[in-house]
């Protein structure tokens, strides 16, 4: 008799049926990952960097929304009332004009984070665009234009920054550029040598094969696959221009008034803080806690898209 199992023998082996399509249907299907997802899952397990970005945060939407619910304005001034301490009219006390602390640091904070985000796409439009074009191209120009920039790297940027702002004036948006132009030169060198890695692989070998010009391959091949390392110096680029930004405005030479920066804050802090401590506390918890913030962030990026930390 023969025996109509659903398992057949072959010699002494069972073999197992055939999977038919409906079971092929059942099967769960395995989302694929990418590097971003993987970095962002990264990220999420790092609770420093996650709890800096919420910080981070809450300290933006308290300069841009702060102000437009406040009674108080950052330039109305009461001599009558001068210097008072942290109250419930006013909670970070007034200056010795008169004016709501509060609302002045909001304002500053607005012109301290447009610094520090301006500045820094102007270093990274230049560094990312001329770091490209020198590892993509190689040879004699590589070599002309990364001795350029040990040249610059040679220069103090800080007297280069001042003297721009003496010769063609105390311009707020000068100020951008040119702090901007002087912070571009370590993440030309990145996108550099990120570059030199990837112009030897095979889909750039591809497209020059398929007749694409050196411009698109830089813009459309070579960048997108740097901006990983990209995001990171930029992360870590915007507390180092707020600072800068803070220095000049503690020297008299970055926001004049009426308008103020945390740097301007500090400084007018500074001044009284025997008398008035409450002027520096409150500007300068807010502009290190922002400056702690970025940095946390930028360690977690660069954490998060370490191909390394994979492994980990």
């Not at 023998?9 to 971003?36: H, Q, R």
């Not at 990312?128 to 070599?143: E, F, I, L």
């Not at 009426?258 to 001044?271: F, K, R």
Request: glycine fraction near 8%; charge should be negative.
């Amino acid at each position: 008799m023969t025996d109509h199992s659903e398992t057949a023998v072959l010699g002494n082996e069972p073999v197992p049926p055939p999977i038919s399509a409906a079971e092929i249907a059942d099967e769960e299907l395995v989302e694929g990952s990418s590097l971003w997802k993987d970095a962002w899952a990264r990220l999420r397990k790092n609770r420093l960097a996650v709890g800096s970005l919420v910080t981070f945060v809450v300290i933006v939407l308290f300069c841009l929304v702060g102000p437009l619910l406040s009674p108080w304005d950052a330039n109305t001034q009461d001599l009558f009332l001068g210097a008072t301490g942290p109250s419930a009219q006013h909670w970070f006390g007034t200056d010795t004009l008169g004016r709501d602390l509060m609302v002045r640091v909001m304002y500053g904070g607005r012109i301290s984070l447009l610094v520090g985000l301006v500045a820094t796409l102007v270093a990274l439009s230049i560094g990312v665009v001329y770091g490209a074009t020198a590892g993509y191209v190689g040879g004699r120009t590589d070599s002309a234009m990364m001795r350029f920039v040990d040249l610059l790297y040679a220069l103090p940027f800080t007297i280069f920054v001042i003297l721009l702002m003496v010769a063609f004036g105390r311009s707020l948006w000068l100020m951008f550029v040119a702090i901007g132009a002087v912070e571009w030169l370590s993440m030309a060198r990145i996108v550099r040598s990120g570059v030199i890695g990837l112009k030897k692989q095979e889909f750039v070998e591809a497209a020059v094969s398929l007749g694409y010009s050196h411009k698109r391959i830089i813009l459309r091949h070579l960048i997108p696959n740097v901006l990983g390392p990209v995001i990171v110096i930029a992360t870590l680029t915007v507390p180092a221009v707020m600072l800068l930004e803070a220095f000049l405005s503690f020297l008299g030479l970055g926001v004049q008034p009426p308008d103020a920066s945390w740097g301007v804050l500090i400084n007018e802090g500074q001044q009284n803080m025997e008398i008035y401590p409450w002027l520096l506390i409150f500007p300068a918890a807010f502009f290190a806690t922002t400056l702690f913030c970025l940095n946390f962030i930028g360690d977690g990026l660069r954490d998060a898209l370490d191909p390394k930390s994979a492994k980990d």
